[in-house]
């Protein structure tokens, strides 16, 4: 059976993150994923390193901000090495810094790497996760995803469910880069004009993803890091026990 990790994100507007350590726990999840408000400063880590000891859940992978990955490298070394993150996502690039053609993004594809280096030097997985703007074709038709990750040795944390409202296949990227996605964000996309106060998104199993076929893409490709997300849950408990009870059946 699949284990899956939970994005802390979720729950961002909702009690305080012991409780949501707690409850995903109590769930049965085995693991959640970190976000920059979790170590923003040092006691922020330490209530953090708290939580997770407290309640058994490991935090294998971890979301940190291009400007603190870039300026002090240092300082997200000691916060992967007290949290026990092994994985490493960038997760965002501003409007403002996007590349508008696809030397403009394999160059930012290659920084991303250089970046890297310290943390794949260490041993660790060190990539980038999508959102829609990576599978929006370019005045070329090229993908900035594919520029990005072209000629570099990135991983690739793939959101599906953002490539689907970018109208990519998410299959055909399983297909084309199964052995770079070393993670796999798990959430769905509500049938339209069912969900806008939840900005669109869904429980797992209730959208219009086929999650039976993704899941069985990504781990035939070889990824074995699942993390359940919902971007704005009005109730990050009910999205959290309904998603992984129906991740079970699949």
């Not at 995903?24 to 923003?40: N, R, S």
């Not at 996007?98 to 930012?108: E, I, K, L, V």
């Not at 074709?137 to 040795?153: E, R």
């Not at 998410?170 to 070393?182: E, S, V």
Request: with cysteine; aromatic share 10%; proline share 6%.
């Amino acid at each position: 059976m699949t284990d899956f990790s939970y994005q802390l994100y979720c729950s961002r507007n909702f009690g305080p993150m012991a409780r949501t350590m707690s409850m995903v726990a109590d769930l049965g999840y085995v693991g959640v994923e970190g976000y920059g408000a979790l170590y923003a400063d040092p006691a922020a880590v330490a209530a953090t390193k708290a939580a997770l000891e407290d309640t058994g859940l490991k935090m294998p992978s971890g979301h940190f901000g291009l400007p603190q990955l870039s300026a002090d490298p240092d300082g997200v070394m000691e916060i992967a090495q007290a949290l026990g993150i092994q994985h490493i996502y960038c997760p965002f690039l501003a409007p403002e810094d996007r590349p508008s053609d696809a030397d403009g993004w394999a160059a930012f594809g290659q920084q991303l790497s250089m970046i890297g280096t310290p943390f794949k030097d260490a041993g660790l997985t060190f990539g980038w996760h999508n959102h829609a703007f990576e599978f929006e074709p370019l005045a070329d038709g090229t993908l900035p995803i594919d520029a990005m990750l072209s000629g570099t040795d990135l991983s690739f944390e793939f959101d599906v469910a953002w490539a689907d409202v970018a109208g990519a296949n998410p299959l055909d990227t399983i297909a084309k880069y199964g052995n770079r996605i070393t993670a796999a964000h798990v959430k769905d996309r509500a049938i339209p004009g069912t969900n806008e106060a939840e900005d669109d998104w869904a429980d797992l199993g209730r959208g219009t993803i086929d999650w039976g076929k993704m899941l069985g893409a990504l781990r035939d490709a070889g990824c074995s890091h699942f993390v359940m997300e919902h971007d704005n849950p009005s109730d990050d408990a009910r999205f959290a026990r309904a998603s992984l009870a129906h991740a079970k059946t699949l």
